[in-house]
């Protein structure tokens, strides 16, 4: 089975599993790697004369009967970025103090030093000073 040209992914060969198509639309995908994804194929687009075809290609545990298994996600980008949302993002980028995704909160170096005000996530460094105090 060849879903890329160039590129041969054959899941018996490999022993591993895709979703593709209709199905990988159903899934749900971290919002930054979508907005990522369609940033790059705008600024692609810039500078080919040719359409671009870009493809999200995602390693992923996805529970199926009850299990959690490994999957690889190829879901086509539809369309790219406007110039507004990639200057937005930019300057959100550029002016904002802290963390733009909540989960990026526990990584944050002013969070991990106990820091951060604004912390909405405990710093993994903080639960585990926390449970050796309870010892």
């Known amino acids: 089975m060849n879903f890329l040209p160039a ?3 054959d899941p018996l060969k490999h022993n591993t599993k895709y979703i593709y198509g209709e199905a990988a639309k159903k899934l749900a995908i971290p919002q930054q790697y979508i907005i990522q994804a369609k940033a790059q194929k705008y600024l ?12 999200l290609f995602i390693k ?6 009850g299990k959690m298994k490994k999957y690889y996600i190829i879901r086509p980008v539809e369309e790219p970025i406007s110039k ?3 200057r937005f993002y930019a300057r959100k980028h550029a002016t904002q103090s802290s963390p733009i995704w909540e989960w990026e909160c526990a990584y944050c170096t002013f969070n991990k030093e106990e820091l951060c005000e604004k912390a909405t996530v405990p710093s993994p460094k903080t639960e585990l000073l926390k449970i050796f105090h309870r010892i």
């Open 7 to 9: 590129y041969n992914l």
């Open 44 to 55: 692609l687009s810039l500078e080919s004369k040719l359409p671009v075809i870009q493809y």
């Open 60 to 65: 992923a545990l996805v529970k199926t009967n």
């Open 84 to 86: 507004e949302e990639l």
